[in-house]
Nanobody, 122 residues
Framework: QVQLVESGGGLVQPGGSLRLSCAAS????????MGWYRQAPGKERELVAQ???????NYSDSVKGRFTISRDNAKNTVTLQMNSLKPEDTAVYYC????????????????WGQGTQVTVSS
């Protein structure tokens, strides 16, 4: 069974930093992309940042220059370094991976973590 487990959320003051980590575990055959989405109260879930296996990245315009995504393919982990945090960054952050399990190596699907709360407030 494949699982994504996040860590690193919390409360931080505006201008501060947080680091989110996510580890994918289980019988994983291949991971194409890993990334982070977020959902604020009353809003739809949105892409924050995504990284491909080869290292190519994609960021939401609202976080460009402030957030950095990185990935360790050997460990199946993805990290989001968040700097210069703003109150509007407050949301539940979800780890995402497009991957195929050993049970279905040619079938890729989206897997999600349970979410971690990030609150930016003074």
């Amino acid at each position: 069974q494949v699982q994504l487990v996040e860590s690193g959320g919390g409360l931080v003051q505006p201008g501060g930093s947080l680091r989110l980590s996510c580890a994918a575990s289980g019988r994983i055959f291949s991971i194409i992309t890993m990334g982070w989405y977020r959902q604020a109260p009353g809003k739809e879930r949105e892409l924050v940042a995504q990284i491909a296996r080869g290292g190519g990245t994609n960021y939401s315009d609202s976080v460009k220059g402030r957030f950095t995504i990185s990935r360790d393919n050997a460990k199946n982990t993805v990290t989001l370094q968040m700097n210069s945090l703003k109150p509007e960054d407050t949301a539940v952050y979800y780890c995402n991976a497009q991957l195929s399990p050993y049970s279905s190596p040619n079938y890729y699907a989206n897997y999600w973590g349970q979410g971690t709360q990030v609150t930016v407030s003074s």
